[in-house]
């Protein structure tokens, strides 16, 4: 992760330290929600690819299966 400008609350992603709260600032309703990563290993490509099939299969999901896949607000997804 790379930012643009440095302040107070930047998080280092590499360093493990983003926590559910930062990302729910960073992404909220009144951000631009951009995110930039880099230095991805070649993998990368592959697994992003089978990831990406499987958000039509997930989204066609019946609600009951959906469900359970979805966290309360009480859970934290990460």
Known sequence: ??????????????????????LEKA???SSLGILLVSDLPPSFIE???????????LANLPEPELGP???TSTENPL
């Open 1 to 22: 992760m790379r930012p643009t400008h440095t302040t107070p609350s930047h998080a280092n992603a590499k360093q493990d330290s983003v926590t559910f709260d930062t």
């Open 27 to 29: 992404f909220g309703p």
């Open 47 to 57: 697994l992003r690819h089978k990831l990406l099939s499987y958000a039509s299969y």
């Open 69 to 71: 896949l979805i966290p």
